[in-house]
């Protein structure tokens, strides 16, 4: 059964840094892709970052390009998303996406999700 684990919300203000951590319970964990989707109430559902499952190869959305840093530690079966200068507009349910093979930049190419961890940043 595969589990994707999501820490490292929380509620910050405009500007300041958080790092989002996603352990993930897949036996050849470099063998997927992973990403990272969110969703804020009201709104669509956006695809934010990917990564390879060697890590060389990324993928960012415009709204978060400069700001984000996607990154995966294969040896500790865990991705991660550096996020900078937070926006309100960050404001969302963040969660960690996996696909065995190649990276998709649309949420549905996911098939395995986590539960979401709440990012919320006030201005």
């Known amino acids: 059964q595969v589990q994707l684990v999501e820490s490292g919300g929380g509620l910050v203000q405009a500007g300041d840094s958080l790092r989002l951590s996603c352990a993930a319970s897949?036996?050849?964990?470099?063998?997927?892709?992973m990403g990272w989707s969110r969703q804020a109430p009201g709104k669509d559902r956006e695809f934010v970052s990917s990564i390879s499952g060697s890590g060389a190869s990324t993928y960012y959305a415009d709204s978060v390009k400069g700001r984000f840093t996607i990154s995966r530690d294969n040896a500790k079966n865990t991705v991660y998303l550096q996020m900078n200068s937070l926006k309100p507009e960050d404001t969302a349910t963040y969660y960690c996406?996996?696909?065995?093979?190649?990276?998709?930049?649309?949420?549905?190419?996911?098939?395995?999700w986590g539960q979401g961890t709440q990012v919320t940043v006030s201005s």
């Open positions: 897949l036996r050849t964990f470099n063998s997927y892709a």
């Open positions: 996406v996996a696909r065995f093979g190649t990276s998709a930049v649309l949420s549905t190419g996911y098939n395995y």
